[in-house]
Nanobody, 128 residues
């Protein structure tokens, strides 16, 4: 049974920072790509960032490029999303996801259908 547990969400002012964590259990975490997605009220779930199994390839949505950084620690079975210069439009529930694929290029992980397991989500609210 694979379990993904996100943490680190909260309320922050515009321009501030948050670091999300996602701890995985129940599967060989280090062999597969990971991603972060977000869903704002009334909108569809959208891709945010992805990282390949080794951490050597990352890919970002244009809206977060240069502000967010995805990373992973395979020894801790954890993936992170460092979010800087936050904007009110970043307000959403953030989900981490574990893929069943081993693509080298993280750009292959944009499609939510590439992910087999999802966390429960963590709320990020950015006030103006």
């Amino acid at each position: 049974q694979v379990q993904l547990v996100e943490s680190g969400g909260g309320l922050v002012q515009a321009g501030g920072s948050l670091r999300l964590s996602c701890a995985a259990s129940g599967r060989t975490f280090s062999s597969y790509g990971m991603g972060w997605f977000r869903q704002a009220p009334g909108k569809e779930r959208a891709f945010v960032a992805a990282i390949n199994w080794s951490g050597t390839s990352t890919f970002y949505a244009d809206s977060v490029k240069g502000r967010f950084t995805i990373s992973r620690d395979n020894a801790k079975n954890t993936v992170y999303l460092q979010m800087n210069s936050l904007k009110p439009e970043d307000t959403a529930v953030y989900y981490c996801a574990l893929s069943g694929s081993t693509y080298y290029s993280a750009s292959n992980y944009v499609d939510p259908a590439k992910f087999n397991y999802w966390g429960q989500g963590t709320q990020v609210t950015v006030s103006s």
